[in-house]
T-cell receptor, first 109, second 117 residues
Framework: GQNIDQPTEMTATEGAIVQINCTYQTSGFNGLFWYQQHAGEAPTFLSYNVLDGLEEKGRFSSFLSRSKGYSYLLLKELQMKDSASYLC??????????WGAGTKLIIKP | IAGITQAPTSQILAAGRRMTLRCTQDMRHNAMYWYRQDLGLGLRLIHY???????GKGEVPDGYSVSRANTDDFPLTLASAVPSQTSVYFC????????????????FGPGTRLTVL
């Protein structure tokens, strides 16, 4: 079956760095998405990886290893506004997105 | 409008009633999706439409129907609501003319919170 695993909750300190991991098993693979979702709001797009390696976008970076079925989202210089859930989603052979349950990130001052 | 709008924002519904959730986008995206989001679970695809005039079933289609008469609108209908359909419903769209590329990114509406009693 198809499956996405990511930690349920993580806590980090303002100004620090945090890495949110995601492992996936899908029928075919056409890329890995990361979305941010603040409480009570809609998910918003953060990043997309289809090739192995690191994609950097400001304070956020995303990494993909296709051979390991693994991705991570790296958040640097954490700010209180980064408190949110982070959703990992893999695109399968039919280009449908398979979603993880999300990682709730709590930032402490 | 800019982006995707959904209506209503929230609704409390008696079991057995019929309900249509509305979704409209003004980005001229050809693909649209309906998801439900429940606590502790990932977003689950209910139905999708790759282009106006076509629809497909997602992971959890039972009890729901959709139509896609034009590019902009993609309503979701619950024919006879049941308490297990209590959820937050998100509509999304993507410009999937080039599937598997960043242009296939899905953009979400603000959601409808539905409670079925």
């Amino acid at each position: 079956g198809q499956n996405i695993d990511q930690p349920t909750e993580m806590t980090a300190t303002e100004g620090a760095i945090v890495q949110i991991n995601c492992t996936y098993q899908t029928s075919g693979f056409n890329g890995l998405f990361w979305y941010q979702q603040h409480a009570g709001e809609a998910p918003t797009f953060l990043s997309y990886n289809v090739l192995d390696g690191l994609e950097e976008k400001g304070r956020f970076s995303s990494f993909l290893s296709r051979s390991k079925g693994y991705s991570y989202l790296l958040l640097k210089e954490l700010q209180m506004k980064d408190s949110a859930s982070y959703l990992c989603a893999a695109s399968d052979s039919n280009y449908q997105l398979i979603w993880g349950a999300g990682t709730k990130l709590i930032i402490k001052p | 409008i800019a982006g995707i709008t959904q209506a209503p924002t929230s609704q409390i519904l008696a079991a057995g009633r019929r309900m249509t959730l509305r979704c409209t986008q003004d980005m001229r995206h050809n693909a649209m999706y309906w998801y439900r989001q429940d606590l502790g679970l990932g977003l689950r695809l209910i139905h999708y439409s790759n282009t106006a005039g076509t629809t497909g079933k997602g992971e959890v289609p039972d009890g729901y129907s959709v139509s896609r008469a034009n590019t902009d609108d993609f309503p979701l209908t619950l024919a006879s609501a049941v308490p297990s359909q209590t959820s937050v419903y998100f509509c999304a769209s993507s410009d999937s003319t080039e599937v598997g590329t960043p242009t296939d990114t899905q953009y979400f509406g603000p959601g409808t919170r539905l409670t079925v009693l």
